[in-house]
């Protein structure tokens, strides 16, 4: 405060006491996978229409004109459909790729126009630079032309009118280009028109070339590689491979490496601060389905508390199929972690996304039909059931981790631990190069203490009171003389889970009238 001069009234801010933490994001999810075209990193995105526009549709090509089908689609669909808040898309690349490109120019200033992103699928791009339609000697329009696999010709997916060669318009064809989905624009300068207002560049229909591989189903080593590419990212909570993989039975052993690949690298990060959404291989052609499953779960994919695994396949409408009404059985991840952002929006993390109100968006059926004696096989191992329940429709019917023995069996205690572990670790970085002495300690218990609070009457502890359900210690006990003299602070956390209620036991009895 100044000091005051004039006689008068002077106002003046004081800081409050606890410094509030801010509560982590829990449902940002992270699709890891292959896809038909778009960028390599990992890109932010709000909709399934945003996906479509960046990374494509349901179909890859590889270089060898090999078309196959994607998951990934139908996951990011299905995620948004059942209430997925927003995501990051990882494009998984096969192996070392090339760019396709197209060299343009007079002759004297030359650039080049390159696809988005790596791949064979920049070979399928056409460019067209002509002459501007308002007769303006020194603006031309381009032209993007687009092949997508499985379609028998080009279309055109993009248009740029009135670009300029000058970097003072507002018009500048490397602005302009910046925010296209196909191509980009490269080198030292662009290229001029002639003397008659021709950019001399490119006839309609000149094929951009170059790009090799990139399209193709990528190994579990591929994945392993990749994902390092996540390490900068701190507010998703979730991840969900897409590999095309696993659209199909024959690819189990390699499914469950890509499972495995994941897991690995969430246990790995250094918060493990990522929870992997994920399904069982397909088994439906094997003799005993379940039992194919339950194997699968208990000897082919490690066993992990940051996993929930699911089973079986969801059916969906497939847009690109064939005939009347065509249906497809895929993964159910995606759907699935879109529900777990719908329930955390409408209960909090802390509810177990399973029950009557854990009804799957999007699924008209399932591939096997669950029961009680197969769900019995199945819960023992960590193996959560997609199951048709009477009045609901197809709904989640379990809520187990990997782990099923411990005492973070259950996905929902193991997802509250992680949001407060990032919460408070997110709202304590004030803390560091404090003085390290009962001033701060008394601020982080205060601090802590009153974000506890707020989430025990929020319903996400069991107890009563707020003694029974957490606690927040940080004093000379926790933080000894030696701690000090080394710099560390230690403030210890405790809560008392919320259970999910799995086995409800009814007993009846008989009462018998007396006259």
């Known amino acids: 405060m100044t000091t005051p001069l004039t006689p008068g009234v002077y106002v003046s801010e004081a800081p409050g006491g606890a410094r509030s933490i801010e509560a982590a994001p829990t449902a940002v999810t992270i699709f890891v996978g292959e896809t038909e075209r778009g960028p390599v990193g990992p890109t932010p995105i709000t909709s399934a229409i945003q996906y479509r526009r960046l990374f494509g549709g349901y179909l890859r090509e590889d270089a060898a004109n090999t078309t196959a089908r994607l998951f990934m689609p139908f996951a990011v669909q299905g995620f948004f459909d059942n209430g997925g808040p927003r995501a990051y898309v990882l494009r998984l690349v096969n192996g070392t790729s090339a760019t396709s490109?197209?060299?343009?120019g007079d002759g004297t200033d030359t650039a080049a126009i390159n696809a988005r992103a790596a791949g064979a699928w920049g070979d399928n791009i056409r460019i067209a630079i002509v002459n501007a339609t308002d007769g303006d000697a020194d603006r031309f329009n381009l032209h993007v032309f687009y092949q997508?696999?499985?379609?028998a010709n080009h279309t055109e997916v993009e248009?740029?009118?009135?670009?300029?060669?000058?970097?003072?318009?507002e018009k500048y064809i490397v602005d302009q280009l910046a925010r296209s989905a196909f191509v980009t624009w490269s080198g030292a300068d662009v290229f001029r028109p002639d003397n008659d207002g021709d950019p001399a560049a490119t006839p309609p229909g000149t094929a951009l070339a170059g790009g090799d591989g990139g399209d193709g189903a990528v190994a579990a080593t591929g994945y392993a590689a990749a994902l390092a590419a996540l390490d900068g990212l701190d507010d998703a909570a979730l991840i969900v491979c897409g590999s095309d993989l696993m659209l199909n039975a024959a690819d189990a052993a390699e499914h469950n490496g890509i499972v495995n690949a994941l897991l690995a690298y969430v246990e790995a990060r250094p918060q493990r601060d990522l929870f992997l959404v994920a399904d069982a291989p397909?088994?439906?052609?094997?003799?005993?389905p379940v039992g194919a499953a339950v194997t699968a779960a208990r000897s082919n994919i490690n066993a992990s508390d940051h996993l929930g695994l699911y089973w079986p396949r969801i059916?969906?409408?497939?847009p690109i199929g064939l005939g009347r009404n065509p249906q497809l059985a895929i993964p159910a991840a995606g759907h699935v972690a879109g529900l777990y952002g719908r329930t955390d929006g409408r209960r909090g993390v802390w509810k177990a996304a399973a029950g009557v109100e854990a009804t799957v968006a999007g699924a008209t059926g399932l591939d096997f039909n669950v029961i009680d004696r197969d769900q019995d096989r199945m819960n023992p191992h960590g193996l959560n059931a997609i199951r048709t329940v009477p009045g609901a429709g197809r709904v989640v019917w379990g809520a187990r981790t990997r782990r099923p023995t411990t005492?973070?069996?259950?996905?929902?205690?193991?997802?509250t631990a992680m949001f407060l572990r990032r919460s408070i670790y997110n709202g304590i970085q004030w803390a560091v190069f404090e003085g390290n002495d009962e001033t701060l300690w008394a601020a982080l218990r205060q601090s802590i203490g009153a974000f506890m609070d707020a989430?025990?009457?929020?319903?996400?502890?069991?107890?009563?009171?707020?003694?029974?359900?957490?606690?927040v210690k940080c004093d000379s006990d926790t933080t000894t003389p030696d701690d000090q003299a080394s710099g560390v602070v230690n403030v210890q956390v405790g809560f008392a889970p919320l259970r999910p209620a799995e086995f409800v036991i009814v007993t009846l009895s008989q009462k018998t009238a007396t006259s």
């Open 315 to 318: 059916v969906v409408g497939d």
């Open 282 to 288: 397909r088994s439906i052609a094997q003799s005993d």
């Open 455 to 471: 989430q025990f009457r929020n319903g996400a502890f069991a107890g009563a009171t707020a003694r029974e359900a957490y606690f």
């Open 148 to 151: 997508a696999p499985g379609e």
């Open 407 to 415: 005492e973070w069996r259950y996905v929902n205690v193991r997802r």
């Open 101 to 104: 490109t197209l060299a343009v």
């Open 159 to 169: 248009l740029f009118e009135g670009l300029s060669a000058d970097p003072l318009d």
